[in-house]
């Protein structure tokens, strides 16, 4: 089947582009509309032309794999400007995602019409990249410099009905009629009426400027160390001093710049890495059982946000507690986290009414009956955990999936003591789990290919990243993070302070350092844990304390107002503190450590090396399948700066860490 088909109807040209999966603009489709285009021009009898696509979408932006090779003619801006320069209307048929250079391919159409649930937009900058075939200079042409700003720099796609009133677009249908047909009529009817003026020889609408040094300073401050949502602006900025044809020259150079650069290539490969990390071949042609009703024990943090993204995602949930007080807290806490999706506008009051009627909770495990998979996230103990899993397996088919939210327990232990051990799996969410979109998906000893592949099917349709993982203390990222902060207490022993290490952290492209966030989460928890440890933990293994020592004083973080840091009040930044000073200096000298300084650079190369040594052994475990695995969980669970690609891409693109 060619990428690219032309049919004459009736004096309509039907442009269909079919190029699954998502219609990119590959070379093949570069080429068949150039060709398609061609011998439109040699029928005279054509008084219009559709341009459509066949498949679950319209054209959703370049091929990113052809990203990585010399680019080959036709390139996209001469397709668009060929479509442009067509002496007859060309009207776009939208549907689905109609994203980068597909929205760049419509605009250089003359109309486009679209289906309602289309959505419209300009990723480019989540790769790294600024559109680079008239984006820049089409867009502020048709909606106005403000709406073109807000479309191409923050990279989110907006609904049909923004779009129209925009004037992105010019008709949407209605959901029931045929958009081809649609288009077609729309087109017969433009024929008769001149061609409009090509978007590149209009002026642009309204001379409003707005305050591009504030606009430029925000971008900055929001992008945390990414370029192009930066230079998306400027390019936007510079380009409304110049006449079209050098805008969209400059608009390409700045393209081409960014995409040859490093935090493109970065951006690109975590990009594929997470659609191909949960790509095994053990699981490859299983067929994965049909969930329909959830069971999850426990209604605590972890529990009400994973039964509220089971809710979210369409699932019948059972949620069972230990007692009716604490049931009647998971309800309210469930509600709370669909309260907030209706205020954010995610779901409508009804959605959100029918949503808590899909919740079922019980203190009677004989509830859980026709669940088909169970959750469990009661708190953090092998016993009480290994006592949950017998109640469940007890009621439960033997055929149903048990898995465990445990953050760092041994699930294969849990796994064997209860029958049919091949059903069972680590499911390890991220807090807030209706909102964090990883899932370590922990494959036990025994598990079978299908309980995977099951357990798989089941985070995709909760809309998760899932990253496989076999079982060890923390799985990928919680080993990664307890051995990087392990380095960075030895770094406070040594001579750094922690608003040293957290500055350190931020400059480099992280939300927050370790020790606020430790701050942020509470130390109790961790204090506790490594009171548990304590007769077991390796004597000849370096120990720092001073985590406890703040945990003795009360200083337990944020909601103390001490911890690490200093908090005058709820909201405040997090202050160094003379006291913790105090605190590390006398720890270090009890050591007898002579304390040193370390620079910025010092401190992260300290920090990449040992996350990427920590990933090199869970890579030689067999604990994550691939170097990507393990960057897909740093960048979506730990804050890792997605522009830098994660720890092991920056082993071979960028070992200096600069
Ligand atoms: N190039 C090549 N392959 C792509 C791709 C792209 N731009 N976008 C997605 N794919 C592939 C995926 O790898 C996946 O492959 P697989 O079937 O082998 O796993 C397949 O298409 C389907 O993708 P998803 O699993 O993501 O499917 P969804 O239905 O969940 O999402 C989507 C579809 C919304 C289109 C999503 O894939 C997406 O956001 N893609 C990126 C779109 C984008 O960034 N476009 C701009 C590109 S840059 C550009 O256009 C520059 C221009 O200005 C010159
Ligand atoms: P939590 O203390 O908020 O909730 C635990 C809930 O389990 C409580 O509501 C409790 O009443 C209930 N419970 C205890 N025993 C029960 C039983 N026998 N039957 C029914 N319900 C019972 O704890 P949280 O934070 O939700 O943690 C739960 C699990 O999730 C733990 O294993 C934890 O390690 C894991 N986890 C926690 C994360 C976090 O950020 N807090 C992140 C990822 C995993």
New binding site residues.
Partial sequence: MPAVTLEFADHIAIIDINNPPINATSHAVRSGVMDALARIRQNPAVTAIILCCTGTTFIAGADISEFNQPARAPLLPDVIAALEDMPVPVVAALHGTVLGGGLEVALGCHYRIAHPATRLGFPEVNLGLIPGAGGTVRTPRLIGVENAISLISNGKPVTASIALDWGLIDQITTSESDLRQTTIDYARKMATQPCPIPLTKRTIPGTEQPDWDKLIAKTEQKARGAVAPVIAIKTMRDNLALPADQALANERQQFVSLREGEQSRALRHIFMAEKNVAKLPMVKGITPTNITIIGI???????AGIATACLLAGYQTIM???DDA?LA??RENVTNHLQGSLKRGIISQDRCDQLLSQLHGNTDYAALAPAELVIE????DFE??K??FDAVARIIDSTAIIAS?????DINALAHSIPNPERVIGL????PAHIMKLLEVVCTDGANPHTLATALAFARKLGKIAVPTGVCDGFIGNRIMSAYRKQCEYMIEDGAYPEQIDTAMTDFGFPMGLFAMQDMAGLEISWKTRQRQAATRNPNERYVALGDYLCEQGRLGRKTGRGWFRYDNAQSAPQPDPDVKRLIEQESARKGIVRRTFSQSEIIKTIIATMQREGDKILNEGIAHSDDAIDVVMVNGYGFPRWRGGPMFMKTNSPTGS
């Fill in positions: 024990v426990g209604g605590g943090l972890m529990g069972i507690e230990r604490a807290k998971g996230a009661v708190f953090e009480v955990k006592s949950v939210n445990t953050s760092y327990l390890h969410f991220f807090s």
